[in-house]
C-alpha cells in the first residue's frame, strides 16, 4: 500500500489552486505538493488547505535557504493551525546556481545549513508550543529573542512533518536522520537508484539517530507518461524526455547517470547548455534512459506499472493531477489501486 500524493500543477494560477486541490481529494489522493517555482509554494499551500477538508497538504521543496527559518516556520504554524493538522512542510536546498543568481543568498554546503534550518525550526516550535526558552546557537542560524507578545500561541497539532528534497549522499542521510521523509527528484528516482544508492543512504542517517528505515518516509517522484490512449501516452513521454534533458544538463542532478553509466551524456548535455545549443539536449536523452526513469502507461496499466516499479522501494507516490479533467476518474481508479497494493 502506497500513500499517493498528487502534485499540483506550477503553471495554474493561484485562484485555481483551491479546485485543482479539490479534485485531488475527490479523486482520493491522500494530500496534495505545493511546488515553489512559478507561485510562492506557501501561498499555493494556503489554497489548497482552502479548497480541502479532508487531505494532507504540504509544500514539495520549499526553497528555504532564501527563507528565514522564522518565516519558515511562522508560516508552517499558521498553515498548521489552519488546516486542522494536515500540514507538511517540504523543504529543498536548491542547486548552488539558483541559490546563487537567481535568489542572490549566499551558498554554503548544503546539508549543515539543513541540518540547522530543521534543528531551528523545531526549537522555534518548542518554544511557541511549550513555552521553552529559545536559544538555537548554530554556525549558520541562532535564534535567541522572542517576545512574548508576538510569541504565537500554541496550537492543537503542533508536530508538523518535515520532508526533505535530496539527492546526495550527505542530504539523503541527512533526510533519514531529521526529517520524517525524503521525496526523491524526478532525475534520481528510478527504482533501481533508490534501492541501491538512496534507501542504503538512508539506512546510514536514520542509525546515527537511533531510527530505523522504516520510520522514516520515501517519496519516490517520477515523471509519469501516462493517458487515456497510446498517442496521448506518446506525446506525454516525448515531453518529458525534453525536460530530463534540461534537467540532466545540471551537474548535481548527475548521481543516478553515474549509476547507470551515462555520465558523459550529462557531460555532453551541460556543455550544450553553456553553448547555449537548446535544441540539440533532446536527442542525448535516449530512449533507453527514458526507460528506466519515466513510467509509461496507458491509465489502465498504470497501476500496476507503478506498483511493479516501486513495490518494496518506496512507500510513497508523487503523481502529477491530470491535465484533462475527463480522466480523473480514470485516474482515481489507479490512485485506489495504489493505496491498496
Not at 489552486?17 to 475527490?26: K, Q, S
Not at 528555504?64 to 500540514?87: I, Y
Not at 522514516?216 to 506525446?235: D, T
Not at 548527475?254 to 553553456?274: A, T
Request: with cysteine; net charge negative.
Amino acid at each position: 500500500m502506497f500513500r499517493v500524493w498528487a502534485s499540483l500543477d506550477v503553471n495554474a494560477p493561484l485562484g485555481e489552486i483551491p479546485e485543482h486541490a479539490r479534485r485531488a481529494e475527490a479523486m482520493g489522493f491522500d494530500g496534495v505538493l505545493a511546488p515553489d517555482v512559478m507561485s510562492d509554494g506557501l501561498l499555493v499551500a494556503h489554497a489548497a488547505i482552502l479548497g480541502t477538508t479532508r487531505i494532507r497538504v504540504g509544500t514539495s521543496a520549499l526553497v528555504c535557504f532564501p527563507r528565514s527559518p522564522m518565516t519558515t516556520g511562522v508560516a508552517a504554524w499558521n498553515l498548521q493551525k489552519l488546516s486542522g493538522g494536515r500540514f507538511h512542510l517540504g523543504l529543498g536546498p536548491l542547486v548552488r546556481g539558483n541559490i546563487l543568481r537567481k535568489y542572490s543568498t549566499p551558498w554554503t554546503p548544503p546539508a549543515p545549513r539543513m541540518r540547522e534550518y530543521v534543528r531551528s525550526l523545531r526549537a522555534l516550535f518548542d518554544c511557541w508550543q511549550n513555552d521553552a526558552p529559545l536559544d538555537y546557537q548554530g554556525e549558520h542560524y541562532q535564534f535567541t529573542r522572542m517576545q512574548h507578545f508576538v510569541k504565537p500561541p500554541p496550537i492543537e497539532h503542533p508536530d508538523i512533518p518535515i520532508h526533505l528534497a535530496a539527492i546526495g549522499p550527505n542530504m539523503t542521510g541527512l533526510a533519514a536522520e531529521l526529517g520524517d521523509a525524503l521525496i526523491a527528484h524526478p532525475t534520481n528516482t528510478s527504482p533501481d537508484f533508490l534501492r541501491d544508492i538512496t534507501r542504503p543512504r538512508m539506512a546510514v542517517g536514520a542509525a546515527r539517530a537511533g531510527r530505523k528505515l522504516e520510520d522514516v518516509g520515501l517519496i519516490a517522484n517520477p515523471m509519469v507518461a501516462a493517458g487515456r490512449s497510446e498517442a496521448i501516452v506518446k506525446a506525454k513521454r516525448e515531453s518529458h524526455r525534453e525536460i530530463m534533458a534540461i534537467m540532466f544538463s545540471t551537474p548535481s542532478y548527475w548521481p543516478s547517470l553515474d549509476y547507470y553509466g551515462w555520465r558523459d551524456r550529462g557531460e555532453r548535455l551541460h556543455g550544450l547548455v553553456r553553448e547555449e545549443r537548446w535544441d540539440d539536449l533532446t536527442p542525448l536523452m535516449t530512449d533507453e534512459m527514458m526507460e528506466v526513469m519515466v513510467p509509461t502507461a496507458t491509465w489502465d496499466e498504470l497501476g500496476k506499472r507503478l506498483c511493479d516499479w516501486y513495490g518494496g522501494v518506496a512507500d510513497q507516490l508523487l503523481l502529477a493531477i491530470p491535465d484533462d479533467p475527463e480522466d480523473d476518474e480514470a485516474v482515481a481508479g489507479v490512485v485506489s489501486e495504489l493505496r491498496g497494493s
